[in-house]
Nanobody
Framework: QVQLVESGGGSVQAGGSLRLSCTAS????????MGWFRQAPGKEREGVAR???????TYEESVKGRFTISKNNAMNTLYLQMNNVKPEDAAMYYC????????????WGQGTQVTVSS
């Protein structure tokens, strides 16, 4: 059974930093494509950052230079370091995984809430 469990969300002031974690079980981060997504109230879910099995990363334009996706394969954990957080970053953040490069992400966590105060 695959489980993705996010943690690290909370309230942060604009300009501050936060690190999200996603611990995986039932899959291995060394073989899966992993990603962080977010959804704000009234908005569609959007991709924030992705990392492939080899460690190559891609970012949504608005977070480039501020967010960093990484993983610790030994701990089977995915991270999202969020720096210079902006009010528009407030959302529920989800960790997701898929086995192949193409297609939709198959496995999803329950999410962790990020609130930004200005």
């Amino acid at each position: 059974q695959v489980q993705l469990v996010e943690s690290g969300g909370g309230s942060v002031q604009a300009g501050g930093s936060l690190r999200l974690s996603c611990t995986a079980s039932g899959i291995t981060t060394i073989t899966y494509y992993m990603g962080w997504f977010r959804q704000a109230p009234g908005k569609e879910r959007e991709g924030v950052a992705r990392i492939d099995p080899a460690g190559s990363t891609t970012y949504e334009e608005s977070v480039k230079g501020r967010f960093t996706i990484s993983k610790n394969n030994a701990m089977n954990t995915l991270y999202l370091q969020m720096n210079n957080v902006k009010p528009e970053d407030a959302a529920m953040y989800y960790c997701a995984a898929k086995y192949r490069a193409w297609g939709d992400f198959r496995y999803w966590g329950q999410g962790t809430q990020v609130t930004v105060s200005s």
